[in-house]
Antibody
C-alpha cells in the first residue's frame, strides 16, 4: 500500500525550530521527487519546497527560502523539512507529497500541524 | 493572492453539472504546463482528481473531467452527488522568477 506518514508537528514559539519527517512506504522512494505543501487554517494550499529523487536539487517558495531546508534519506525512505526562524504565518498543516511522472502530486500524507505561537 | 485564479465558490443541485475555472497566465498554463486538479474533502488531505489536464487516476469516476485551453483550464463535474461537496484546487508549474509549483486559491463546491 502506497503511503506517506508525516510526523514532528507541534507548538513552537516564534523564532524557534522544528523538524518534520515524512515516512514513505509501498513505492520506490529513491526514484521520485518529493514536495512539502502547507495549508494555513481556513486557507488554500501553498507549495513550500521540492527535492529531486537523488537530493541533487532543491527548490523553495520565496516565503520560506533561507529559513527552511528540505532533505531526504533514501536509505530510510524518509523526507525531512527543517524549519528555523519560525513565524506566526508559518502556522499550517504541512503535507508531504510525491511527484508523479506526469508532474502531479499523486500521493499525499495525512498532514502534521505546526503552530507558531507564544 | 494566488498565481492561478479560481472562483471562491460554486454550487449545484444533485444531478446537475458544474464547472470550475482556473485562470493563469503566459508563464504557467499559457506556457504549456499541464494543469492538475485536487479534491479536498472536509478534514482530509487533498487527493489527485485529474492529472495532465484531462486524465483521471484509477478509481476517479468519469463524472469528473478536465480541459485546458490557452491560459485557462476547467474542471467539470456531471451528475452531482452529495459526496462531491468539497474544496477543489487547480495546480500547475510557473516559470517566472517567483514561480515553480503553483496552486489556485481553491473553490468550495456546495451541493444544494
Amino acid at each position: 500500500q502506497v503511503q506517506l506518514v508525516e510526523s514532528g508537528g507541534g507548538v513552537v514559539q516564534p523564532g524557534g525550530s522544528l523538524r518534520l519527517s515524512c515516512a514513505a512506504s509501498g513505492f520506490t522512494f529513491s526514484s521520485y521527487g518529493m514536495h512539502w505543501v502547507r495549508q494555513a487554517p481556513g486557507k488554500g494550499l501553498e507549495w513550500v519546497a521540492f527535492i529531486r529523487y537523488d537530493g541533487s536539487n532543491k527548490y523553495y517558495a520565496d516565503s520560506v527560502k533561507g529559513r527552511f531546508t528540505i532533505s531526504r534519506d533514501n536509505s530510510k525512505n524518509t523526507l525531512y523539512l527543517q524549519m528555523n526562524s519560525l513565524r506566526a504565518e508559518d502556522t499550517a498543516v504541512y503535507y508531504c507529497a510525491k511527484l508523479s511522472p506526469g508532474r502531479a502530486f499523486d500521493i499525499w500524507g495525512q498532514g502534521t500541524m505546526v503552530t507558531v505561537s507564544s | 493572492q494566488s498565481v492561478l485564479t479560481q472562483p471562491p465558490s460554486v454550487s449545484g443541485a444533485p444531478g446537475q453539472r458544474v464547472t470550475i475555472s482556473c485562470t493563469g497566465s503566459s508563464s504557467n498554463i499559457g506556457a504549456g504546463y499541464d494543469v492538475h486538479w485536487y479534491q479536498q474533502l472536509p478534514g482530509t488531505a487533498p487527493k489527485l482528481l485529474i492529472y495532465g489536464n484531462s486524465n483521471r487516476p484509477s478509481g476517479v469516476p468519469d463524472r469528473f473531467s478536465g480541459s485546458k485551453s490557452g491560459t485557462s483550464a476547467s474542471l467539470a463535474i456531471t451528475g452531482l452527488q452529495a459526496e462531491d461537496e468539497a474544496d477543489y484546487y487547480c495546480q500547475s508549474y510557473d516559470s517566472s522568477l517567483s514561480g515553480f509549483w503553483v496552486f489556485g486559491g481553491g473553490t468550495k463546491l456546495t451541493v444544494l
